[in-house]
C-alpha cells in the first residue's frame, strides 16, 4: 500500500496542512500532529474487523484502542465523539474507551443483505459518545433510511470503496451534532463521504486515509463538490 512516508509526514505542520485538506498516511502517526483540544467533531467509521478486500481489517481492535486516546486529545471539551461500529464486536466497543457513551442512531437499510450469524442484517449502527456535556445542535430523532444503498450516491453514482456511508445521513449527523465553521475530524475518512458532507454544509474538515487508491477517491469525490 502506498501511502505518505513518514518524513513527509514529520514537515506537515498545524493548522495550514491539515484543515479542509485529507490526507494519506496512517491515522496514528497524523492525529499526533493536531494539538489538544482543536476538534468540535469526530465523525468516523473505523476498519473494525471488517474483512473486506482492500481495507485494513483491524480484527482485534489494536489500532481503534490506539487512537481512542488520541480523538479524546485531540477533541475540544463538550463535543461528541461518533463512531460506526459492527454489533459483532459491540462489547469491545466500550473496553478502552474514554468518552461517556450517549446515544446510538440507527441506519435501516432496506436492501442491505450482510450476511451474519441472524441471517442477514439490515441496519448499520452510528455510536454517540460525549467528553464532558455538549449540547445537541439540532435535536431529529434516532432512525434514518438509506435510501439508494448499494454504494451508489444519487449525485454521484456508483462509489468504488467497500464501506461507503450515505452522504445524506452523515450530513443528518452533522447537522444534529455541529454547526456552521466548526471542525470535523475523520480519521478513517474512506472514500471521503465525511469531507464531502462537511464541504456542502459549511463545516471544516481533517480527513486521513492510509490506502492510496481511496485518498485519491476521496480527493476526487471533494474536488467535484459544487457549492
Ligand atoms: C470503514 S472504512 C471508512 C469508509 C468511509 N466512512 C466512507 O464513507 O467511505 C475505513 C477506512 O479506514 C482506512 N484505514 C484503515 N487503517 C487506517 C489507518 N491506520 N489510518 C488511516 N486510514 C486507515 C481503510 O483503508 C478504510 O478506507
Not at 461500529?85 to 442512531?105: C, D, G, V
Request: aromatic content about 14%.
Amino acid at each position: 500500500m502506498d501511502t505518505q512516508r513518514n518524513d513527509d509526514i514529520s514537515k506537515l505542520k498545524f493548522p495550514d496542512d491539515f484543515i479542509n485538506k485529507i490526507i494519506c498516511g496512517d491515522a496514528l502517526q497524523l492525529i499526533k500532529k493536531i494539538p489538544n483540544r482543536k476538534i468540535d467533531l469526530i465523525l468516523t467509521d473505523p476498519p473494525y474487523g471488517l474483512g473486506k478486500e482492500g481495507v485494513y481489517s483491524d480484527e482485534n481492535l489494536t489500532t481503534f484502542y490506539k487512537i481512542l486516546p488520541e480523538c479524546y486529545r485531540v477533541l475540544r471539551d463538550n463535543s461528541f465523539f461518533i463512531t460506526f461500529f459492527s454489533t459483532k464486536f459491540l462489547p469491545a466497543l466500550f473496553k478502552h474507551n474514554p468518552f461517556t457513551y450517549f446515544w446510538q442512531i440507527i441506519l435501516y437499510c432496506p436492501e442491505g443483505a450482510v450476511r451474519s450469524p441472524i441471517g442477514i442484517t439490515k441496519y448499520m449502527s452510528c455510536f454517540v459518545f460525549k467528553k464532558g456535556n455538549p449540547k445537541i445542535i439540532s435535536r431529529n430523532r434516532d432512525l434514518f433510511i438509506d435510501t439508494p444503498g448499494k454504494l451508489v450516491e444519487p449525485d454521484e453514482g456508483f462509489i468504488d470503496h467497500p464501506t461507503p456511508k450515505p452522504k445524506h445521513f452523515i450530513k443528518e449527523i452533522l447537522r444534529m451534532f455541529s454547526k456552521e465553521g466548526d471542525l470535523v475530524l475523520d480519521p478513517f475518512i474512506g472514500s471521503g463521504s465525511t469531507a464531502v458532507a462537511c464541504k456542502q454544509l459549511k463545516r471544516r474538515f481533517i480527513g486521513f486515509e492510509i490506502n492510496k487508491r481511496y485518498y485519491q477517491l476521496a480527493q476526487k469525490r471533494l474536488f467535484r463538490v459544487n457549492l
